[in-house]
């Protein structure tokens, strides 16, 4: 830990500030709307995300409205964000389905683990809500993200499936579907 945070999260977001970044191969430009139980509500901002050649995905957030602090942030497996029904209640972006994980891991290890290849560095809000710092994550490029989605959780993410599973991110609040036309 370090000032509260996770060390790998600020190693990642450390890094990301003090690199120049070759020239991506491929941009994406994901908006993210807010999601609740009822619906899939106003625009939060965007997401960029860049190829790099050297250290995996820039991943460039200008989202506003966040609670501040950290948040879990992962990729997930469809490209979908409505609610659906689990257990006889509606829960927000539950369409997005699991973090993706195409070696069927079943584990959360975090950007740098061998976990889920959807786990993204925890997203940092200030204390106004927005999102200032961009990261990197390795085991990813550009096209792994297209077909699914990018989903911001209200509570920060340790990494592990304990004491909480999927790393206690709980609620969903923001998704953005990834899809060929997010390109720029």
Same mark, same amino acid.
């Given at each position: 830990?370090?000032?509260?945070?996770?060390?790998?999260?600020?190693?990642?977001?450390?890094?990301?500030?003090?690199?120049?970044?070759?020239?991506?191969?491929?941009?994406?430009?994901?908006?993210?709307?807010?999601?609740?139980?009822?619906?899939?509500?106003?625009?939060?901002?965007?997401?960029?995300?860049?190829?790099?050649?050297?250290?995996?995905?820039?991943?460039?957030?200008?989202?506003?409205?966040?609670?501040?602090?950290?948040?879990?942030?992962?990729?997930?497996?469809? !490209?979908?964000?409505?609610?659906?029904?689990?257990? =006889?209640?509606? /829960?927000?972006?539950? @369409?997005? +389905?699991?973090? %993706?994980?195409?070696?069927?891991?079943?584990?959360?290890?975090?950007?740098?683990?061998?976990?889920?290849?959807?786990?993204?560095?925890?997203?940092?809000?200030?204390?106004?809500?927005?999102?200032?710092?961009?990261?990197?994550? !390795?085991?990813?490029?550009?096209?792994?993200?297209? =077909?699914?989605? /990018?989903?911001?959780? @209200?509570? +920060?993410?340790? %990494?592990?499936?304990?004491?909480?599973?999927?790393?206690?991110?709980?609620?969903?609040?923001?998704?953005?579907?990834?899809?060929?036309?997010?390109?720029?």
């Amino acid at each position: 830990m370090y000032n509260g945070k996770p060390l790998v999260s600020v190693i990642l977001l450390r890094v990301a500030g003090a690199i120049t970044v070759a020239a991506p191969a491929a941009d994406l430009k994901v908006t993210m709307y807010k999601v609740t139980a009822n619906r899939v509500g106003e625009s939060m901002g965007t997401i960029e995300f860049r190829d790099s050649s050297d250290f995996g995905v820039l991943i460039i957030p200008k989202l506003h409205g966040l609670t501040p602090g950290l948040h879990g942030f992962h990729m997930h497996q469809n !490209p979908a964000c409505e609610p659906q029904v689990k257990d =006889g209640k509606p /829960v927000a972006g539950l @369409a997005a +389905g699991g973090h %993706y994980d195409p070696a069927n891991t079943g584990r959360h290890e975090g950007p740098v683990g061998n976990g889920h290849l959807g786990d993204l560095p925890a997203l940092l809000a200030d204390p106004e809500g927005n999102t200032p710092m961009a990261m990197f994550v !390795p085991r990813l490029q550009v096209p792994d993200l297209v =077909g699914r989605s /990018v989903v911001v959780h @209200a509570d +920060g993410d340790n %990494y592990s499936d304990q004491p909480q599973p999927l790393g206690g991110g709980g609620a969903r609040v923001a998704c953005g579907v990834v899809s060929v036309e997010s390109e720029d």
